[in-house]
């Protein structure tokens, strides 16, 4: 006999034990309840994830539950909030209950390690589409926004750049000598949370590399009404992405893939000393507008795009 939806509920998805005390009441009523500490603000977000849109047919579900709950926790990094709690909505195609053991053990195995609760959600039936809110705390009047960067502030990032976009070619298709360290960061993001915290009064702005460099930071640039311009030779590549570049000649790779999770922010000189995040300096913002791309002296615009669901 097939799950009921709340049975379903029950035997997945109720095996953590609350961790924060601002939780003050998870899964079990109409709605959850928390506290929201003297001195914060509650930093909110949501993100879908849909077959065959953000992963393919088949995906290991493990895999697939890390990720879902990863690129959330991304999202409250870039702007230096501690994860707290999250819902979850899952739309079935059916109950199957391999896929859903695999599924949610990726899922609160993330979440244990970062100390989140899960607190309610909904489930449905439908098309395989997953949904997640995370919230966080953030220190009142610090959250780190893409609104602040200055001319003159130097742009840094996080971790490796295309290692990501890299894992999704090998899935296409491409042969890879190594090909390991790719597709796991492809499927198992890391979400910098640690570094969003650590930026809080040092960064001036700060973006999460979900969609790309160059339109992520694109999006820090428009909303700051700056422009700025990046050291192609200073981009932290990994020897894996540098020869794919080699042998495809796809330099732009690295500048358009999503899916790193690393965090892009900007840093004034004066506090660029103070910075202890393990971070690479990798251009500088402008006072004029546009991006452009300094690739061996020769200094070339630089197109904006990233990842459009509806373009």
């Not at 999202?75 to 909030?81: I, K, P, Q």
């Not at 298709?173 to 960061?185: K, V």
């Not at 499927?187 to 960064?203: F, S």
Request: charged share 20%; net charge negative; glycine share 10%.
């Amino acid at each position: 006999m097939p799950l009921s939806e709340f049975s379903l509920i029950q035997r997945f998805f109720t095996k953590q034990s609350i961790a924060n005390a601002s939780t003050l009441l998870g899964i079990g009523d109409d709605c959850a309840l928390m506290s929201i500490p003297e001195g914060y603000e509650l930093a909110v977000t949501t993100d879908t994830m849909v077959e065959n849109v953000h992963f393919f047919a088949g995906a290991d579900p493990e895999l697939l539950g890390h990720k879902l709950l990863a690129v959330n926790l991304s999202d409250l990094a870039s702007m230096g909030a501690k994860p707290m709690s999250v819902t979850l909505a899952l739309t079935l195609p059916e109950v199957d209950e391999q896929w859903l053991s695999g599924f949610s053990q990726g899922f609160l195995k993330l979440a244990e390690r970062h100390s989140v609760d899960l607190i309610g959600g909904d489930t449905t039936s439908g098309p395989l589409t997953l949904t997640v809110q995370a919230m966080g705390l953030v220190p009142k009047g610090q959250a780190l926004r893409r609104s602040n960067a200055k001319p003159g502030d130097f742009i840094y990032m996080t971790g490796f750049l295309g290692d990501a976009g890299l894992g999704l070619k090998i899935q296409q298709g491409y042969r890879c000598a190594d090909s390991a360290a790719a597709l796991s960061r492809f499927h198992q993001p890391e979400p910098q949370i640690q570094a969003g915290q650590d930026l809080l009064g040092l960064a001036s702005a700060c973006i999460d590399l979900s969609d790309g460099l160059a339109g992520d930071l694109g999006h820090i640039l428009q909303q700051s009404q700056v422009g700025g311009c990046l050291d192609w030779e200073a981009l932290p590549l990994s020897k894996t992405v540098l020869t794919y570049i080699k042998e495809t000649g796809d330099w732009s790779m690295p500048l358009t893939a999503g899916d790193d999770y690393e965090l892009c922010f900007t840093v004034s000189p004066e506090r660029a000393a103070s910075l202890t995040v393990p971070a690479t300096k990798i251009g500088v913002i402008e006072s004029e507008l546009g991006m452009r791309l300094n690739k061996s002296g020769n200094i070339q615009s630089l197109e904006v795009k990233s990842f459009e669901h509806f373009s």
